[in-house]
């Protein structure tokens, strides 16, 4: 059984558009913060329509194009993002996620070093729709969830601190809100404390990496997505080992 392995190649970047891996039946791009994975209520383009057009100019194809949503990124994250190119990579790619067999790892840049350089962290959270925000708690309560997640420090900057997360469960807002209960608010991130937003609207979380056994032919892949290009990211990256 082969491996796939890839560092910072872009494949395409037409339009931005950053794609990692390609094959027959999944594409994975790295989403640039402020584009949103799906359509929603503000009606802006989603990334699943950029990438249906790119599809649909490559293989000139003349009708619809199909293209399978697997999972989400935040709208002011960054990173990459899993679709599907045919409805059998989507229903096992479903399972894989659901069984928890992909592997997703982030890169939070944050204001305050948190207490232990490795840890834990299990909470239960509680969606409020009505501002779209997570609540961490240490018990259940009401309509609450389980999450899970494990980070460790990677780096220290003068100002700033890089934390590596490994998720376990994927709730909503988990890394956002779990870092933040803990006194560690991700740059930027001022609905979960924060002091200032960043200039373009982004906070500084980015899902650096992906990991996975294609659904189709059983190949391990593992990608890893390039940061956003600015000056923090970029320290990071030059700091700290980033092979798969």
Same mark, same amino acid.
């Given at each position: 059984m082969n491996n796939i392995k890839k560092r910072?190649?872009?494949? @395409?970047? @037409?339009e931005n558009l950053q794609i990692l891996h390609e094959d027959n039946h999944v594409i994975i791009v790295n989403k640039r913060p402020g584009d949103i994975v799906?359509?929603?209520?503000?009606?802006?383009?989603p990334l699943s329509e950029v990438v249906k057009e790119y599809l649909k100019k490559k293989y000139?194809?003349?009708? #619809?194009?199909?293209?399978?949503?697997?999972?989400?990124?935040?709208?002011?994250? @960054?990173? #990459?993002?899993?679709?599907?190119?045919? @409805?059998k990579a989507l229903s096992r790619m479903n399972i894989l996620f659901?069984?928890?067999n992909v592997e997703k790892i982030y890169w939070a840049i944050v204001k305050n070093k948190p207490e232990k350089h490795k840890d834990s962290l299990i909470n239960w959270l509680k969606k409020?729709?009505?501002n779209n925000k997570s609540t961490a708690y240490r018990k259940q309560v009401n309509q609450s969830k389980k999450a899970i997640l494990h980070y460790q420090l990677i780096h220290s900057m003068d100002r700033y601190h890089l934390i590596e997360v490994?998720?376990?469960?994927?709730?909503?807002?988990?890394i956002r809100s779990q870092l933040s209960n803990i006194g560690s608010p991700i740059k930027g991130d001022l609905k979960y404390g924060f002091d200032r937003s960043n200039p373009d609207g982004s906070i500084h979380l980015h899902a650096q990496k992906i990991s996975f056994t294609h659904p189709v032919n059983e190949?391990?892949?593992s990608i890893i997505a390039p940061t956003p290009n600015d000056i923090l990211w970029s320290e990071c990256s030059s700091k700290t080992n980033t092979k798969p």
């Open positions: 910072y190649k872009i494949i @395409s970047n @037409s799906q359509g929603d209520k503000t009606g802006d383009k000139n194809k003349p009708g #619809a194009v199909y293209l399978g949503v697997t999972h989400r990124l935040d709208r002011p994250t @960054s990173g #990459a993002v899993i679709f599907t190119k045919t @409805s659901l069984n928890n409020n729709p009505k490994k998720l376990e469960t994927g709730r909503h807002h988990q190949q391990k892949i």
